[in-house]
Protein backbone atom coordinates (compact mmCIF):
# COMPACT_ATOMS: atom_id res chain seq x y z
CA UNK A 1 0.00 0.00 0.00
CA UNK A 2 1.31 3.31 -1.27
CA UNK A 3 1.39 6.10 1.17
CA UNK A 4 1.37 10.28 0.78
CA UNK A 5 5.25 10.29 0.95
CA UNK A 6 4.82 7.91 -2.77
CA UNK A 7 5.68 9.99 -5.64
CA UNK A 8 4.90 7.64 -8.93
CA UNK A 9 5.09 7.49 -12.60
CA UNK A 10 4.13 4.82 -14.34
CA UNK A 11 3.27 3.10 -17.62
CA UNK A 12 1.70 -0.02 -19.03
CA UNK A 13 2.08 -1.58 -22.69
CA UNK A 14 -0.62 -3.64 -22.40
CA UNK A 15 -3.61 -2.50 -24.67
CA UNK A 16 -6.46 -1.62 -22.18
CA UNK A 17 -9.08 -3.48 -24.51
CA UNK A 18 -6.80 -6.76 -24.21
CA UNK A 19 -7.58 -9.50 -21.77
CA UNK A 20 -5.43 -11.50 -20.67
CA UNK A 21 -5.09 -14.49 -18.47
CA UNK A 22 -1.85 -15.70 -16.34
CA UNK A 23 1.03 -12.38 -16.26
CA UNK A 24 0.42 -10.34 -19.14
CA UNK A 25 3.30 -8.10 -20.53
CA UNK A 26 4.30 -4.70 -20.51
CA UNK A 27 4.86 -2.07 -17.88
CA UNK A 28 7.17 0.30 -15.53
CA UNK A 29 7.20 2.44 -12.98
CA UNK A 30 9.60 4.42 -10.71
CA UNK A 31 8.70 5.45 -7.16
CA UNK A 32 10.47 7.64 -4.94
CA UNK A 33 10.26 9.26 -1.22
CA UNK A 34 8.74 12.55 -2.06
CA UNK A 35 10.04 14.10 1.18
CA UNK A 36 13.24 14.12 -0.81
CA UNK A 37 15.65 17.29 -0.15
CA UNK A 38 15.41 17.87 -3.94
CA UNK A 39 13.37 18.36 -6.97
CA UNK A 40 11.74 15.54 -8.55
CA UNK A 41 10.24 16.25 -12.35
CA UNK A 42 8.20 13.69 -14.48
CA UNK A 43 9.62 13.68 -17.88
CA UNK A 44 6.57 12.87 -20.69
CA UNK A 45 7.51 10.41 -22.29
CA UNK A 46 5.92 9.00 -26.18
CA UNK A 47 6.39 5.22 -25.60
CA UNK A 48 4.11 3.08 -23.56
CA UNK A 49 7.74 0.90 -22.65
CA UNK A 50 9.47 3.94 -20.89
CA UNK A 51 9.06 6.20 -17.94
CA UNK A 52 11.53 9.00 -16.93
CA UNK A 53 12.17 11.43 -14.21
CA UNK A 54 14.92 14.12 -13.59
CA UNK A 55 15.99 14.98 -10.02
CA UNK A 56 17.89 17.74 -8.97
CA UNK A 57 19.99 17.26 -5.59
CA UNK A 58 22.13 20.16 -4.79
CA UNK A 59 24.10 21.16 -7.76
CA UNK A 60 24.04 17.69 -9.61
CA UNK A 61 20.79 16.00 -11.69
CA UNK A 62 20.11 12.82 -12.58
CA UNK A 63 18.35 11.87 -15.55
CA UNK A 64 16.24 8.36 -14.14
CA UNK A 65 14.47 6.03 -16.70
CA UNK A 66 12.59 2.41 -16.54
CA UNK A 67 12.08 0.57 -19.89
CA UNK A 68 10.25 -2.48 -20.77
CA UNK A 69 12.12 -3.72 -23.70
CA UNK A 70 10.40 -5.45 -26.57
CA UNK A 71 10.78 -8.74 -26.96
CA UNK A 72 9.64 -11.52 -29.17
CA UNK A 73 12.35 -14.91 -28.79
CA UNK A 74 9.07 -16.67 -31.03
CA UNK A 75 10.00 -14.75 -34.64
CA UNK A 76 13.23 -13.04 -35.31
CA UNK A 77 13.37 -9.72 -35.68
CA UNK A 78 9.50 -9.19 -34.83
CA UNK A 79 10.49 -6.83 -32.00
CA UNK A 80 13.04 -5.15 -33.93
CA UNK A 81 11.60 -1.37 -35.16
CA UNK A 82 9.85 -1.09 -31.75
CA UNK A 83 12.77 -2.11 -30.01
CA UNK A 84 14.71 0.64 -32.11
CA UNK A 85 12.10 3.05 -31.58
CA UNK A 86 12.29 2.43 -27.38
CA UNK A 87 16.38 3.53 -27.60
CA UNK A 88 16.04 6.23 -30.09
CA UNK A 89 13.50 8.23 -27.32
CA UNK A 90 16.11 7.19 -24.37
CA UNK A 91 18.68 8.82 -26.55
CA UNK A 92 16.46 12.22 -27.19
CA UNK A 93 15.46 11.98 -23.70
CA UNK A 94 19.30 12.62 -22.92
CA UNK A 95 19.51 15.17 -25.36
CA UNK A 96 16.72 16.91 -24.02
CA UNK A 97 16.97 16.90 -20.45
CA UNK A 98 20.65 17.89 -19.71
CA UNK A 99 22.00 15.74 -16.42
CA UNK A 100 25.24 14.83 -14.87
CA UNK A 101 24.11 11.72 -14.69
CA UNK A 102 22.06 9.08 -16.51
CA UNK A 103 20.48 5.96 -14.80
CA UNK A 104 19.01 3.42 -17.01
CA UNK A 105 16.98 0.24 -15.06
CA UNK A 106 14.92 -2.76 -16.64
CA UNK A 107 14.70 -5.60 -18.80
Not at 14 to 38: F, H, V
Not at 51 to 61: E, G, M, R, T, W
Request: glycine fraction near 6%; charge should be negative; charged fraction near 15%.
Amino acid sequence: MLNNNVGIVATSAMIETDQKLGRPYGGCAIAWNSNIKGVVETVNCSSNRLCAIKVILDNCSFLICNVYMPCDSRIEGASYNEFISVLHEIEQLLCKYDSSQFICAGD
